[in-house]
């Protein structure tokens, strides 16, 4: 059985910094996408960032120059550094990977971590 734990979410001032992490276990094909979205409440779940096996990412506008996404193939981890943090970046985050299953892929989600930015 796949989980996705994260871990990091938390209050922090606007301005501050928060780290999460996301440990994937179980078993899955070879991991390709891994990813972040936030989700607002009243809003839709929305990408905040990427990354692919070979390192390329993608980013939302709204979290470009401030946050930065990373993972460890090894360890089957992501991480998404926050810097800046403003307000409007409130909302629960969730983890997703995504993992070859034939004929196409699977999206697995985590349970999400709340992150509040106090203005």
């Known amino acids: 059985q796949v989980q996705l734990v994260e871990s990091g979410g938390g209050l922090v001032q606007a301005g501050g910094s928060l780290r999460l992490s996301c440990a994937a276990s179980g078993s899955m094909l070879s991991i390709n996408t891994m990813g972040w979205y936030r989700q607002a409440p009243g809003k839709q779940r929305e990408l905040v960032a990427s990354i692919s096996r070979d390192g390329s990412t993608n980013y939302a506008d709204s979290v470009k120059g401030r946050f930065t996404i990373s993972r460890d193939n090894a360890k089957r981890m992501v991480y998404l550094q926050m810097n800046s943090l403003k307000a409007e970046d409130t909302a629960v985050y969730y983890c997703?990977?995504?993992?070859?299953?034939?004929?196409?892929?699977?999206?697995?989600w985590g349970q999400g971590t709340q992150v509040t930015v106090s203005s």
């Open positions: 997703n990977v995504r993992a070859a299953q034939w004929p196409g892929y699977r999206d697995y």
